[in-house]
């Protein structure tokens, strides 16, 4: 990895399977992104179409293979070139599909930091994305998203959420667990590392984010697949707890 904080370019590449057919991992990386990751306007069916965030479709080929290509990134002063790259395969008899999944670009300052995040973030991303396959799509997704206070920023600040969540430092991955949220809830503890937390419920699924680790604070996003659920008071009562946690009004 380089050393510097030159402008370099960076490939970010991830292979994986999942229960899921070719079509299903089409869909929600094109049209269902709420799901997994944040809500997107859905890309022009076509090479040559607009994608999210005024990217360009450069390859569209469903449900096998779809790239989109953005570059001068606006608004995005660490970065002038982003491309996305999916390539889906049909495994045992189309039930199941291969992803390999490119992410590459030129990264302009703080290299290895922004290198490490990016990095670590794609496979919470691409976990989140096998969870939403497996458990939920292709319902659409309640989106919310936001951060923790000024002292969610501590070199100890996801460990500090974890225990208010009752999730300890040996709790395995896969264990169904009582967590103390805002209100208390039944929930499996589907990702744990030293970045992100992952839970799966019923309803949905609640992502924390350690970008303490990264020099901000920590956030949470939640994705509730519920019809009906009032986000925004989701949203108002996990923004609450969380500054709570950190002794914040």
């Not at 469903?62 to 790259?85: C, F």
């Amino acid at each position: 990895m380089p050393k510097d904080d030159k402008a370099r370019e960076f490939e970010i590449a991830r292979e994986f399977e999942v229960d899921a057919t070719p079509e299903e991992v089409f869909r929600a990386v094109t049209a269902g992104t709420d799901g997994y990751l944040w809500p997107m306007e859905p890309p022009e069916p076509r090479v040559g179409g607009r994608g999210p965030f005024g990217s360009l479709v450069t390859a569209w080929d469903p449900p096998h293979r779809y790239t989109n290509l953005v570059e001068n990134v606006e608004d995005i002063a660490v970065q002038t070139r982003n491309q996305l790259d999916y390539t889906i395969e049909a495994r045992d008899g189309g039930k199941r599909a291969w992803v390999r999944y490119v992410h590459s670009g030129i990264f302009v300052d703080d290299w290895d930091n922004q290198y490490d995040g990016a990095a670590k973030h794609t496979d919470f991303y691409l976990h989140t994305l096998r969870e939403y396959l497996t458990h939920f799509a292709p319902r659409p997704a309640a989106f919310a998203t936001f951060d923790g206070p000024e002292a969610a920023k501590g070199a100890d600040a996801l460990e500090v959420v974890a225990r208010a969540l009752g999730i300890g430092p040996d709790t395995a991955v896969g264990t169904e667990l009582k967590v103390h949220g805002p209100d208390e809830f039944d929930a499996v503890l589907d990702y744990r590392d030293p970045y992100f937390i992952g839970l799966r419920t019923d309803r949905g699924l609640t992502r924390i984010f350690g970008r303490n680790h990264w020099g901000h604070t920590v956030g949470i996003s939640l994705h509730d697949f519920t019809p009906g659920t009032k986000i925004e008071e989701c949203e108002a009562e996990w923004q609450g707890w969380l500054n709570k946690v950190f002794n914040q009004p």
